[in-house]
């Protein structure tokens, strides 16, 4: 699964999703044990995240919505991706 960013010991994650479970674009995060499913529209689609870790990534992903986007479609055409910028 490609990896996309990583900051604060969050990493992000995306992959090809044809015939995938969750039927919207999304990253998966993953925080120590933690891992979680977001869909680029912020819903929670599996798992969960600390509170601080949460908000950072909810942060990250608004300043990054085009990015995540562009990646997203990248993906689906099987085109590659390209990283992001962490949050600072």
Do not use: C
């Not at 990534?57 to 910028?85: R, Y």
């Amino acid at each position: 699964m490609p990896l996309l960013s990583m900051f604060y010991g969050i990493i992000i994650r995306m992959q090809n999703e044809l015939g995938g479970q969750h039927h919207k674009p999304h990253i998966h995060a993953i925080y120590g044990d933690y891992e979680l499913v977001m869909s680029l529209d912020g819903e929670v689609l599996e798992g969960n995240f600390p509170a601080k870790q949460r908000k950072m990534l909810e942060a990250w992903m608004v300043i990054h919505q085009d990015e995540l986007e562009a990646n997203w479609t990248l993906l689906q055409a099987g085109d590659g991706f390209f990283k992001i910028e962490p949050l600072h």
